[in-house]
Protein backbone atom coordinates (compact mmCIF):
# COMPACT_ATOMS: atom_id res chain seq x y z
CA UNK A 1 0.00 0.00 0.00
CA UNK A 2 1.03 3.58 -1.02
CA UNK A 3 0.40 7.15 0.27
CA UNK A 4 1.42 10.58 0.60
CA UNK A 5 0.56 13.43 2.51
CA UNK A 6 -1.57 16.12 1.22
CA UNK A 7 -2.27 19.70 3.02
CA UNK A 8 -5.52 17.69 3.62
CA UNK A 9 -5.11 14.45 4.45
CA UNK A 10 -3.45 11.37 3.17
CA UNK A 11 -4.34 9.56 -0.46
CA UNK A 12 -3.94 6.31 -0.72
CA UNK A 13 -2.97 4.98 -4.04
CA UNK A 14 -1.82 1.76 -5.80
CA UNK A 15 0.48 1.38 -9.08
CA UNK A 16 0.55 -1.11 -11.46
CA UNK A 17 3.05 -1.92 -14.68
CA UNK A 18 6.03 -0.05 -15.99
CA UNK A 19 6.18 3.08 -18.53
CA UNK A 20 4.45 6.41 -19.37
CA UNK A 21 1.86 7.51 -16.34
CA UNK A 22 -1.78 6.79 -16.34
CA UNK A 23 -4.05 8.45 -13.62
CA UNK A 24 -7.12 6.48 -12.42
CA UNK A 25 -10.25 8.04 -10.41
CA UNK A 26 -13.01 5.96 -8.90
CA UNK A 27 -16.67 6.83 -8.28
CA UNK A 28 -19.22 7.22 -5.67
CA UNK A 29 -18.78 4.46 -2.77
CA UNK A 30 -15.83 3.04 -4.71
CA UNK A 31 -12.62 2.58 -4.78
CA UNK A 32 -9.38 1.44 -6.52
CA UNK A 33 -9.63 -1.38 -6.53
CA UNK A 34 -12.63 -1.01 -9.56
CA UNK A 35 -9.45 -0.41 -11.66
CA UNK A 36 -7.55 -3.30 -11.05
CA UNK A 37 -8.60 -5.03 -13.97
CA UNK A 38 -7.52 -1.75 -16.14
CA UNK A 39 -4.48 -1.43 -14.77
CA UNK A 40 -3.27 -4.78 -15.52
CA UNK A 41 -4.37 -4.09 -18.96
CA UNK A 42 -2.47 -1.45 -19.66
CA UNK A 43 0.78 -2.73 -17.68
CA UNK A 44 2.69 -3.16 -20.76
CA UNK A 45 3.02 0.15 -21.66
CA UNK A 46 2.06 2.45 -18.88
CA UNK A 47 2.39 2.80 -15.10
CA UNK A 48 -1.46 3.02 -13.87
CA UNK A 49 -1.91 5.11 -10.78
CA UNK A 50 -5.53 4.06 -9.37
CA UNK A 51 -6.39 6.74 -6.16
CA UNK A 52 -8.69 6.55 -3.40
CA UNK A 53 -10.35 9.91 -2.83
CA UNK A 54 -10.55 11.34 0.50
CA UNK A 55 -13.12 9.88 2.40
CA UNK A 56 -13.14 6.70 0.44
CA UNK A 57 -10.93 3.94 0.62
CA UNK A 58 -8.16 4.20 2.58
CA UNK A 59 -7.63 7.68 2.28
CA UNK A 60 -8.23 10.19 4.82
CA UNK A 61 -11.14 10.41 6.19
CA UNK A 62 -11.04 13.50 8.76
CA UNK A 63 -10.88 16.93 8.04
CA UNK A 64 -11.06 17.20 4.60
CA UNK A 65 -13.46 18.44 2.30
CA UNK A 66 -15.39 15.83 -0.23
CA UNK A 67 -16.72 17.93 -3.16
CA UNK A 68 -15.86 17.86 -6.90
CA UNK A 69 -14.14 20.93 -6.32
CA UNK A 70 -11.61 19.62 -3.60
CA UNK A 71 -10.71 16.13 -5.49
CA UNK A 72 -9.84 17.93 -8.65
CA UNK A 73 -7.07 19.61 -6.43
CA UNK A 74 -6.79 16.40 -4.71
CA UNK A 75 -5.59 15.29 -7.96
CA UNK A 76 -3.58 18.55 -8.66
CA UNK A 77 -1.59 18.14 -6.12
CA UNK A 78 -1.07 14.11 -6.16
CA UNK A 79 0.71 15.07 -9.38
CA UNK A 80 2.74 17.47 -7.88
CA UNK A 81 4.12 15.13 -5.27
CA UNK A 82 5.12 12.38 -7.62
CA UNK A 83 6.21 14.41 -9.61
CA UNK A 84 4.24 13.48 -12.43
CA UNK A 85 3.98 17.08 -14.68
CA UNK A 86 1.45 15.97 -16.99
CA UNK A 87 -0.78 12.45 -17.62
CA UNK A 88 -3.73 11.27 -18.88
CA UNK A 89 -6.71 10.93 -16.05
CA UNK A 90 -9.44 8.58 -16.79
CA UNK A 91 -12.37 8.50 -14.89
CA UNK A 92 -15.41 6.35 -13.96
CA UNK A 93 -18.90 8.12 -12.75
CA UNK A 94 -18.04 10.89 -10.38
CA UNK A 95 -14.18 10.11 -10.97
CA UNK A 96 -14.83 11.28 -14.82
CA UNK A 97 -15.96 14.33 -13.54
CA UNK A 98 -13.01 14.76 -11.98
CA UNK A 99 -11.01 14.11 -14.75
CA UNK A 100 -13.14 16.77 -16.92
CA UNK A 101 -12.78 19.53 -14.07
CA UNK A 102 -9.06 18.86 -13.81
CA UNK A 103 -8.67 19.12 -17.55
CA UNK A 104 -10.76 22.48 -17.29
CA UNK A 105 -8.97 24.20 -14.28
CA UNK A 106 -5.53 22.77 -14.28
CA UNK A 107 -5.17 22.26 -17.83
CA UNK A 108 -1.30 21.94 -17.96
CA UNK A 109 -1.65 18.44 -15.71
CA UNK A 110 -4.09 16.48 -18.18
CA UNK A 111 -3.07 15.01 -21.43
CA UNK A 112 -6.12 13.93 -22.28
CA UNK A 113 -8.92 12.84 -20.92
CA UNK A 114 -11.50 9.95 -20.68
CA UNK A 115 -15.02 9.46 -19.08
CA UNK A 116 -16.79 6.35 -17.96
CA UNK A 117 -20.70 6.18 -17.02
CA UNK A 118 -19.99 10.08 -16.18
CA UNK A 119 -22.06 12.73 -15.79
CA UNK A 120 -21.77 15.67 -17.44
CA UNK A 121 -24.56 17.48 -15.58
CA UNK A 122 -26.26 16.34 -12.09
CA UNK A 123 -29.62 15.76 -13.28
CA UNK A 124 -28.37 12.52 -15.22
CA UNK A 125 -28.25 11.00 -11.90
CA UNK A 126 -30.36 8.32 -11.24
CA UNK A 127 -33.22 9.35 -8.81
CA UNK A 128 -31.93 7.79 -5.35
CA UNK A 129 -28.46 9.43 -6.00
CA UNK A 130 -30.56 12.82 -6.44
CA UNK A 131 -32.30 12.08 -3.30
CA UNK A 132 -29.01 10.79 -1.91
CA UNK A 133 -27.84 14.73 -2.06
CA UNK A 134 -29.98 16.09 0.29
CA UNK A 135 -28.95 15.83 3.88
CA UNK A 136 -31.64 14.51 5.74
CA UNK A 137 -32.36 11.72 3.79
CA UNK A 138 -28.55 10.76 3.16
CA UNK A 139 -28.38 11.01 7.00
CA UNK A 140 -31.53 8.57 7.43
CA UNK A 141 -30.25 5.93 4.86
CA UNK A 142 -26.86 6.17 6.25
CA UNK A 143 -27.84 5.97 10.19
CA UNK A 144 -30.39 2.61 9.36
CA UNK A 145 -28.64 -0.16 9.89
CA UNK A 146 -28.31 -2.43 6.97
CA UNK A 147 -30.71 -0.35 4.88
CA UNK A 148 -28.29 0.93 1.88
CA UNK A 149 -26.35 -3.14 1.48
CA UNK A 150 -29.39 -4.92 1.54
CA UNK A 151 -31.26 -2.17 -0.81
CA UNK A 152 -28.32 -2.73 -3.16
CA UNK A 153 -27.98 -5.87 -2.74
CA UNK A 154 -31.62 -6.62 -4.22
CA UNK A 155 -30.37 -4.02 -7.21
CA UNK A 156 -27.09 -5.43 -8.10
CA UNK A 157 -28.21 -7.68 -10.44
CA UNK A 158 -29.42 -4.51 -12.85
CA UNK A 159 -26.01 -2.68 -12.27
CA UNK A 160 -23.17 -5.41 -13.56
CA UNK A 161 -23.11 -8.32 -15.34
CA UNK A 162 -21.45 -10.15 -12.14
CA UNK A 163 -22.96 -8.46 -9.75
CA UNK A 164 -22.02 -10.74 -6.94
CA UNK A 165 -18.25 -9.65 -7.08
CA UNK A 166 -18.98 -6.49 -7.86
CA UNK A 167 -21.42 -6.34 -4.35
CA UNK A 168 -18.77 -8.22 -2.21
CA UNK A 169 -16.41 -4.90 -3.25
CA UNK A 170 -19.58 -2.01 -2.82
CA UNK A 171 -19.89 -3.70 0.68
CA UNK A 172 -16.06 -3.73 1.56
CA UNK A 173 -16.25 0.45 -0.14
CA UNK A 174 -19.49 1.61 1.81
CA UNK A 175 -17.60 -0.03 5.20
CA UNK A 176 -14.76 2.05 4.61
CA UNK A 177 -17.03 5.40 3.45
CA UNK A 178 -17.89 7.88 6.20
CA UNK A 179 -21.21 9.87 6.37
CA UNK A 180 -19.69 13.43 5.64
CA UNK A 181 -17.62 12.06 2.66
CA UNK A 182 -21.48 9.84 1.26
CA UNK A 183 -23.18 12.98 1.24
CA UNK A 184 -21.10 15.87 0.30
CA UNK A 185 -19.49 14.00 -2.86
CA UNK A 186 -22.85 13.15 -4.18
CA UNK A 187 -24.46 16.63 -3.42
CA UNK A 188 -21.62 17.82 -5.09
CA UNK A 189 -22.17 16.18 -8.23
CA UNK A 190 -25.39 16.72 -7.89
CA UNK A 191 -25.00 20.10 -8.65
CA UNK A 192 -22.39 19.63 -11.65
CA UNK A 193 -23.13 21.11 -15.28
CA UNK A 194 -20.01 20.93 -17.13
CA UNK A 195 -21.62 22.14 -20.27
CA UNK A 196 -20.44 25.91 -20.04
CA UNK A 197 -16.99 25.35 -20.11
CA UNK A 198 -16.72 22.07 -22.08
CA UNK A 199 -15.68 24.08 -24.93
CA UNK A 200 -12.16 25.36 -23.35
CA UNK A 201 -11.30 21.53 -23.04
CA UNK A 202 -8.39 21.74 -26.08
CA UNK A 203 -6.90 18.08 -25.10
CA UNK A 204 -8.46 14.64 -26.74
CA UNK A 205 -11.59 13.86 -24.53
CA UNK A 206 -12.87 9.99 -24.43
CA UNK A 207 -16.35 8.97 -23.30
CA UNK A 208 -17.76 5.77 -22.50
CA UNK A 209 -21.59 4.97 -21.78
CA UNK A 210 -23.05 1.99 -20.90
CA UNK A 211 -26.81 2.09 -22.62
CA UNK A 212 -28.17 -0.39 -19.93
CA UNK A 213 -26.29 2.13 -17.00
CA UNK A 214 -29.61 2.51 -14.41
CA UNK A 215 -27.41 5.09 -12.00
CA UNK A 216 -25.89 7.58 -14.64
CA UNK A 217 -28.48 8.41 -17.45
CA UNK A 218 -26.96 7.06 -20.71
CA UNK A 219 -28.06 10.04 -22.77
CA UNK A 220 -25.50 11.79 -20.84
CA UNK A 221 -23.18 10.20 -23.59
CA UNK A 222 -25.60 12.93 -26.18
CA UNK A 223 -24.39 15.42 -23.79
CA UNK A 224 -20.71 15.40 -24.08
CA UNK A 225 -20.83 14.54 -27.06
CA UNK A 226 -23.03 17.95 -28.05
CA UNK A 227 -21.33 20.27 -25.70
CA UNK A 228 -17.47 18.68 -26.73
CA UNK A 229 -18.00 18.23 -30.48
CA UNK A 230 -14.25 17.11 -30.73
CA UNK A 231 -14.52 14.16 -27.94
CA UNK A 232 -14.78 10.80 -28.68
CA UNK A 233 -18.06 9.16 -27.48
CA UNK A 234 -18.71 5.30 -27.40
CA UNK A 235 -21.67 4.02 -26.37
CA UNK A 236 -21.96 -0.17 -25.08
CA UNK A 237 -25.00 -1.97 -25.99
CA UNK A 238 -24.03 -4.50 -23.49
CA UNK A 239 -22.83 -2.82 -20.60
CA UNK A 240 -24.19 -1.01 -17.44
CA UNK A 241 -22.71 1.48 -15.49
CA UNK A 242 -19.09 -0.80 -15.60
CA UNK A 243 -18.31 -1.00 -19.06
CA UNK A 244 -15.05 -2.04 -17.83
CA UNK A 245 -16.23 -5.00 -16.13
CA UNK A 246 -19.36 -5.78 -18.25
CA UNK A 247 -17.30 -5.62 -21.68
CA UNK A 248 -13.63 -5.71 -20.18
CA UNK A 249 -11.83 -6.71 -23.30
CA UNK A 250 -13.92 -3.90 -25.72
CA UNK A 251 -13.38 -1.51 -23.42
CA UNK A 252 -9.95 -2.19 -22.44
CA UNK A 253 -9.18 -2.03 -26.76
CA UNK A 254 -10.94 1.50 -27.00
CA UNK A 255 -8.91 2.98 -23.97
CA UNK A 256 -6.32 1.33 -25.27
CA UNK A 257 -6.76 2.89 -28.98
CA UNK A 258 -7.15 6.37 -27.19
CA UNK A 259 -4.16 6.27 -24.63
CA UNK A 260 -1.76 5.19 -27.47
CA UNK A 261 -3.15 7.67 -29.67
CA UNK A 262 -4.13 5.85 -32.54
CA UNK A 263 -6.73 6.67 -35.38
CA UNK A 264 -9.85 5.45 -35.22
CA UNK A 265 -13.38 6.62 -36.17
CA UNK A 266 -16.11 7.46 -33.48
CA UNK A 267 -18.27 4.21 -32.35
CA UNK A 268 -21.72 6.22 -31.81
CA UNK A 269 -24.54 4.78 -32.93
CA UNK A 270 -27.85 6.91 -32.56
Known amino acids: MSSIVTDRGLVHYETVGRGRPVILLHGWLESW ?4 GTMESLSRDYKAYALDFWGFGESGKQGGSFSVKDYIEMVNQFMERLGIERAPIIG ?3 GGT ?3 GGALD ?3 RVERGAVVGSPIVGDGLAL ?3 LAARRSLASLAYHMP ?3 PLGVRLFSPFLARDWKSWYRA ?3 DLSRTTMESFHYSIASLRKTDLRPRLKEIKVPVLGIYGLADRIVDPRQADVLAQALPTSQVYKFEHSGHFPMADEPERFY ?3 KQFLDNTSGDSHFPK
Open 33 to 36: VHWL
Open 92 to 94: HSM
Open 98 to 100: VSL
Open 106 to 108: HAE
Open 128 to 130: FLR
Open 146 to 148: GAI
Open 170 to 172: FER
Open 253 to 255: QVL
